[in-house]
């Protein structure tokens, strides 16, 4: 009789729930890559947990509801997220509002857990308020319009294959086993959003 095989899913659990509550400062102000702002833009994105959670919560939950709905997010959140940070160029400065970031995961992450039946245009309604959200906190500050703009093409390039990678992963699945470990996924988002909000009540 074979030993039994400890399942490697809590060390993989526990590395990404790190990642996602791992604090990094929130500057509008992209950090060099020394490969030009277009990189600047895309890894800022990738080094921004509380931008990636909701965007990839989305992608799982369009994923889960077809094809249809993956392709809605696909092009629907990057144009926003461009648009939103295009707006934001103009302003001087901004603070977001942690009761609001933690909204994000709750709402996202407890849809995903539920796998509640949102109808296409909630999906491509919450899509476009997440990516002008986002995209406008992005390119707060930012500094000159031709360089921004370039960082901005880098994060909503980011955006686009995030959602595309995350969504056609999740709309293949078939087995049912597969489907709540997706909801899982979700239901850690959720948990995420929960300590956001009670941490941020505790500091106030």
Request: proline share 4%.
């Amino acid at each position: 009789m074979k030993d039994a095989t400890p399942s490697r899913l809590p060390f993989v659990a526990f590395v990404v729930f790190v990642f996602l509550m791992y604090a990094l400062p929130a500057e509008a102000h992209l950090n060099s890559t020394g490969m030009g702002p277009f990189y600047d833009g895309l890894m800022h994105f990738l080094m921004s947990p509380e931008d990636i959670a909701p965007v990839f919560a989305l992608a799982l939950l369009a994923g889960l509801r077809g094809t249809c709905y993956g392709r809605r997010a696909l092009f629907t959140l990057p144009i926003a997220w461009l648009v939103g940070g295009l707006t934001g160029l103009s302003a001087m400065t901004a603070k977001p509002h942690p009761f609001v970031a933690a909204a994000w995961f709750l709402l996202l992450g407890g849809l995903l857990a539920a796998d509640a039946r949102v109808s296409l245009r909630m999906t491509t309604a919450l899509a476009a308020l997440l990516g002008i959200y986002h995209g406008y906190l992005n390119g707060i500050g930012m500094g000159q319009f031709d360089t921004a703009a370039v960082a901005l093409l880098g994060m909503m390039f980011a955006v686009f294959v995030l959602i595309a990678l995350s969504a056609a992963f999740v709309v293949r699945l078939r087995g049912q086993w597969a489907r709540i470990a997706v909801r899982v996924a979700g239901s850690w988002i959720a948990a995420s959003g929960l300590l956001m909000l009670g941490w941020a009540v505790r500091t106030r």
